[in-house]
DNA sequence: AGCGTAGCGGAACAGAACGCTCCGCTCCGC
DNA sequence: GCGGAGCGGAGCGTTCTGTTCCGCTACGCT
């Protein structure tokens, strides 16, 4: 393999390592992991992202956009809110989103990111309020379970089990006389609160 | 306040932070995060527990032993094997129980815990059994199933959401004709499996 | 009232863990 | 045959954390 297929199979190789490795075992997981993770040397990993943090936010920011890149083609190709949904949601327990949860509020966020999760938020408030417009989502959820239950899902250790799980929590989703869901629903903040810009992470207490 | 109480209110008080910060943070949280969150300091913390893997196996024993109470008083109180599962279920995210899940594999289990253990895989088993004769439980779904899901429940962050999100669960599993759930069902070696004992902690990787 | 001590908080220590750098090596491509 | 792009991983300095230790407080007995 020459060496420029080499270096591109490595970028593949450790971002999905990253966004594993965090997902799994959260925002201190030592860099080593990660390269050991990817099959990759510490120069290797260090060439790509500069620092941890740099590495954090390319999580981040390519994580987001290949999910909301997910949702639009769901939204285009489906042919009902439901089945958007559905497959939006097991296509984030796929590509592991939950390495969003756990990385959220570990490092300073940027605008940047802001500006993605707003777009990320129209769409899948698009595929919600499809949903719901049909009658297909119970009515007592909003936009932020929807991802609040994404994020644990994904954030789930890997296994067979992920999908089996989202299963069930779908059917929940879908139930629709079986009484109203208690306490406040969330609401987007729930979800903006967690990546307040910050000059330094937030302990751990 | 005499000296003795305040040496009880802070035994409890130790033991609900470690509980919380372990469910919140993972095994590697810090002992000082435990005892800024009891209130209390290093002294009074490590006077209870000589080290911070004996109060990781007290909190794992002392959760096992509550919830299986809970489970006792379900079987016991409720008219029948739904409500015995609910209040259970529901009972068992106010304990926590989703801190035994951040602790497994972290640190050497004993016999008397694989012992706890196995009686409460009984208790469980008898619930869920219950249920699914009753008709009210989905067929599809193990004791496991159950385990597992509290588990991460219960490992939810603190918040309003953790019972939101348990009872949208609890519909998907009772929901009756939905279709069978995907992938291969989780048996009770998918949760004690966790436990295998080990000289030193697993890797992080 | 005075004192012994149980219980407390937190500073300090030693060692482990981790982010990051650096360097010698491999082997592609000319 | 050679230059250098790309690689792996040992090592450095720092930070973090488990644990100890000590001085202090104030309850309760005499």
Known sequence: MSRRAEADRNDEAVFLAARDVFADVGADAPMSAIAARAGVGMGSLYRRYPSKVDLMR???T???ERSMAEADRALAEEPDGWSAL???MRRCVDLRVG???RLAGMFPATAEMFALAERGQKVIDEITGRAKAEGTLRADVTSA?????????SALPA?????RWLALVLDGLRAPGAGILPGPAPDWSSVRDRWVYQESPVSRS
Chains 1, 2 share one sequence.
């Open 145 to 153: 379970d929807i991802v609040l239950t994404i994020s644990e899902m």
């Open 159 to 163: 296994g067979p089990y992920r999908h």
């Open 58 to 60: 390319a999580v981040c």
């Open 86 to 88: 559905t497959r939006y």
């Open 62 to 64: 390519t994580s987001m």
């Open 99 to 101: 390495s969003l949860a």
